[in-house]
């Protein structure tokens, strides 16, 4: 598994490095912004205490929403994308950043503060020369817990179509490829890690004065201090500051007295140099100092502005990377749902369009939450086309309590036009729909066949279904009325998670589509609709009308799929990716070039 | 016993041939060592002679004006604007009266000690003074302006403001320490800052080499020191020091408070000195003023304190230094 992943990494590293770059973009982004608010709101409440109760109380409620459930309400308000990921991300970010803020300031010792306040300080020199340099260890700590946290949070943000290492996670978990699942991770957890070290670095500075150290240089520092010349020799071949490496030099007398030795032993002993006492030889004292100079930058101030100046460029050009190309004209903007076939349709009309016309295709695979989360994003333009199934389109989007049949395709191809701006072009052919299934265990013991027959030991069992299969009216609640069946308990799981679920026995029963590639798989039973329950989920796309208007080419490339997979072509492609290990791309392509279209 | 050593001790680290010597600070007054380079010995005889003409002995106030006035038993004629004034000042805090009308007048150069039991007003009176604490009644000025109608900004940089344990800012280096209140009031002027903090370090009696340590890195008797130099390091015309020697050993404090004295000397400067140490009171101040319970009960030279305590409770804290003196 562990050389899987290296081979993979090795072999997709162009991609693994762009979904890196986007990474740092978003993470980054929200933890500046993050930073700079959170750190606003915390002088703030601060200085004006009767705030702090109800905005503390605020950020702490907000952190406890479930990311999930702030994404969804994100969507609606910013869209689908990086700036609903920044959006929930800084807002996520808050609370450390807030809390440690105003921890930082108003844990300074009061006797401080009045000794500032008594020679004469402004607000504004009070705030800015003692309170935020004493905080700053606290606020530091602050912003390095809460820029481990974003990076490992923003892996969810592809559950909203931002980018991201989350993208190769949820593409893993969706296709069945665990060594993808696990690449993604590893990179995240190495990102963090490395943010971490180098933060706290940033938060070693802010400390310098609390565990005192012969760190700043001045050339008097090296008065009097008894150096052996390979000492100064040392300090000038570090070369980290020629200055103090001349000062050091100037002060070098050949003296190889013990003191120096012990000097050298302090320095090698870099803990204890700080604290040793004052009363001991001065000497000692003055070489340590000399030669710590030579060997540590100038000023740690200056690091730390570099450091940060560093992270800025970065966050900057990262995430002027991530939005490359989004805009232009000439993009078309592809969604899919997280599923291992959307993915596969996806890289199919990727390949086709960009093949065929001088369009350049932006796609965005597996958006979370599929319809709930695409379909408000067509309707806001983020996205012009997805594949979408007609019952789907019929009764989730539209809203209709019917069961859907291929009758009504001219009604909703009207109400789509009329109402949403979209419209249904090019039939693939498969038809995609719900079928129940069970493991063969359970399929024997209780003897089942049917739909009927599950319904009657539906008591004992229990279901496993997407969480959006139990709200639609053409899912659990459908059943429920048409076979009067009723589970022992349900579970929501992801799509991808739910055969091995079957398969370990945690769910009696499934959802499964009949596409999916695992349907194959003898473990388990696939019953019958016998009373016809389920409604048609032929695979369509479906368009933005406007879209359709500026790029009518647009049209004959998706007309070019029409009718030209079936249920087993694509239950065989399914397979090859889900259980073969075949990339998506890779099925797509070479299914293009069976048909000629490529 | 202590008391009575610290008389005698040698002045420390700097040279004590200048103590006696007649000084002139930047304001061309000249100020005379007067008596309290002996004053362990005149307090002795403040005992001994039962006071009469040995008062006028040791007492140090502006003994050099005086002279030039020619008006030496006159007692303490007031000169044109005195230092610091207050006025009937009542503070409350809550139900609980932390002074309670405190009318009196600070000349200009005096070192007034402020003692007093803790709890009984002085650290507050202390601070009407830079308007960290507004008087509820009564007002107090200074240098002839009331605080309650000055910028408390400008009046605090004229202020020097050294307190309890001389609380440094552990962020800062030593000399980052002493530039503190210069770089607030002229943060362009570098070479002017580095004067100013290596001026003050020298006369503080500082090695030049623990500029750069934190004040973690210093020993109790160094804090303390650099406390003092950042109080003064603006050239401030009022110190006001809140028990800055309290939490250092006798050795150090001894030390410490012969500095004071000489800066004090050497420039000229008014000073408040707030203690609860009634040897530290009576050794460093030309006037004592005794707090109680938020009042102030006796204002006089430590030879009428000792002499002629204006209470009883006044008489409790010198009845012990009486006796010491009278051995």
């Known amino acids: 598994m562990i050389s899987t992943m290296f081979s993979l990494l090795v072999e997709r590293r162009d991609w693994f490095f762009d979904l890196l770059l986007q990474h740092i973009g978003i993470s980054l982004v929200s933890i500046v912004l993050a930073a700079l608010i959170g750190l606003t709101l915390g002088i703030a409440i601060a200085q004006w205490r009767r705030g702090a109760k109800p905005v503390l109380a605020l950020v702490n409620f907000v952190y406890t929403i479930p990311s999930i459930a702030l994404f969804g309400f994100l969507i609606p308000v910013t869209g689908i994308g990086d700036l609903t990921a920044v959006v929930a991300l800084t807002v996520y970010a808050l609370l450390p950043m807030v809390r440690n803020t105003y921890t930082g300031l108003t844990t300074i010792e009061p006797a401080i503060v009045e000794a500032a306040r008594g020679m004469g300080s402004t607000d504004r020199q009070l705030l800015y020369r003692i309170e935020l340099p004493l905080a700053a260890p606290v606020i530091m700590s602050g912003i390095r817990s809460m820029a481990t946290m974003t990076i490992a949070l923003a892996g969810i943000a592809s559950f909203i179509g931002a980018g991201g290492l989350g993208v190769a996670i949820y593409r893993g978990i969706t296709t069945n490829n665990l060594a993808m699942t696990l690449a993604g991770s590893v990179l995240i957890a190495a990102l963090a890690i490395a943010v971490d070290l180098l933060l706290g670095v940033a938060e070693k500075a802010t400390r310098r004065h609390m565990e005192p150290k012969p760190r700043r240089s001045r050339a008097r520092a090296a008065f009097g201090g008894i150096l052996r010349p390979q000492h100064a020799t040392l300090g000038a071949a570090a070369g980290t500051s020629g200055h103090s490496a001349d000062s050091a030099g100037a002060g070098a007398s050949v003296s190889v007295s013990d003191t120096a030795l012990d000097a050298a032993d302090v320095l090698l002993d870099d803990g204890e140099a700080g604290r040793m006492p004052e009363f001991q030889n001065a000497d000692a004292a003055e070489s340590r100092r000399a030669i710590a100079a030579a060997l540590t930058p100038r000023r740690r101030g200056v690091t730390v502005i570099a450091l940060v100046a560093a992270l800025a460029i970065v966050v900057g050009g990262a995430f002027a990377f991530a939005n490359r190309g989004g805009s232009g004209g000439d993009t078309v903007n592809i969604a899919t749902k997280p599923m291992t076939e ?213 049209r004959d490339e998706l007309l070019k799929l029409q009718g030209t997979i079936s249920d087993v072509d694509m239950a065989r492609m399914n397979n090859a990716v889900e259980t073969q290990g075949q990339e998506p791309k890779t099925v797509a392509d070479t299914f293009l070039a069976e048909k000629g279209l490529i | 016993m202590e008391n009575s050593s610290a008389h005698m001790r040698p002045t420390g680290s700097f040279d004590s041939g200048d103590s006696v010597a007649s000084a002139q600070d930047d304001k061309g007054r000249r100020f005379d060592a007067c008596a309290r380079g002996g004053s362990g010995s005149s307090l002795a005889s403040c005992i001994r002679d039962g006071g009469g003409e040995s008062v006028a002995g040791c007492h140090p106030e502006r003994s050099a004006q005086r002279g030039v006035e020619g008006s ?110 210069p770089t607030l009031l002229n943060s362009g002027d570098k070479d002017r800052t580095e004067a100013a903090v290596a001026k003050w370090m020298d006369i503080i009696g500082l090695p030049r080499d623990i500029m750069d340590r934190y004040p973690a890195e210093l020993s109790g008797g160094q804090a303390q020191r650099v406390g003092i130099a950042r109080a003064l390091a603006a050239s401030p015309d009022v110190l006001l020091a809140d028990e800055p020697f309290s939490a250092v050993d006798a050795i150090t404090r001894a030390s410490l408070q012969d500095e004071i004295k000489r800066i004090h000397r050497q420039t000229g400067i008014t000073v408040l000195f707030v203690t609860h140490d009634i040897d530290e009171a009576l050794d460093l101040g030309d006037k004592v003023l005794v707090m109680e319970a938020g009042r102030a009960v006796q204002f006089a030279p430590p030879c009428d304190i000792l002499r002629a305590p204006a209470t009883a409770f006044v008489d409790r804290l010198v009845t012990r230094k009486r006796t010491v003196y009278a051995r």
Not at chain 1, 360 to 388: A, C, H, K, R
Not at chain 1, 403 to 416: A, I, P
Request: glycine share 10%; aromatic share 10%; hydrophobic share 35%.
């Open chain 1, 342 to 554: 959307q993915y596969i349709l996806g890289e199919m009309l990727n390949t086709l369009i960009e093949h065929d016309t001088d369009l350049n295709v932006e796609l965005t695979q597996g958006v979370g939450g599929g319809t709930s989360n695409i379909e408000p994003g067509m309707e806001q333009g983020d996205f012009d086309l997805y594949p979408e199934y007609t019952g789907t389109g019929w009764n989730a989007v539209l809203k209709h309590e019917d069961t859907y049949d291929e009758s009504l395709f001219d009604t909703m191809q009207q109400e789509y036009e009329s109402q949403l701006g979209l419209t249904w072009v090019g039939t693939y052919g498969f038809n995609n729909t719900y079928g129940l299934a069970v493991s063969k265990d359970v399929a024997n013991r209780f003897n089942l066949r049917t739909y009927s027959d599950l319904a009657r030991a539906a008591g004992e069992l229990t279901l496993g279904a997407e969480p959006d299969f139990f709200d639609r009216q053409d899912g659990y609640p459908g059943l429920q009325q048409a076979y009067g069946m009723s589970f022992a308990s349900t579970r929501d799981m992801d799509i991808s998670l739910k055969y091995q679920a079957l398969f370990e026995g945690q769910v009696d029963a499934i959802v499964v589509s009949t596409t999916d590639g695992q349907v194959a798989d003898d473990r388990l039973v696939v019953l019958e609709d016998d009373k016809g329950f389920y409604p048609s989920y032929l695979c369509c796309n479906v368009v933005r009308m406007d879209t359709l208007e500026k790029h009518p080419e647009l």
């Open chain 2, 72 to 181: 030496r038993a006159a007692p303490a004629p007031a000169s044109p604007e005195p230092a610091v004034v207050f006025e009937h000042v009542t503070k409350r805090f809550g139900d609980a009266i932390a002074v309670d009308d405190v009318d009196l007048r600070i000349d200009d150069g005096a070192f007034v000690a402020i003692i007093g039991s803790s709890g009984c007003g002085k650290t507050t009176l202390l601070k009407t003074v830079n308007a960290l604490v507004m008087p509820d009644e009564g007002r107090v000025l200074v240098h002839g302006q009331a605080t309650s109608s000055a910028d408390p900004i400008e009046l605090r940089r004229n202020i020097g403001y050294a307190i309890q344990g001389s609380v440094l800012f552990p962020h800062l280096t030593v000399e980052q320490n002493i530039a503190y209140v």
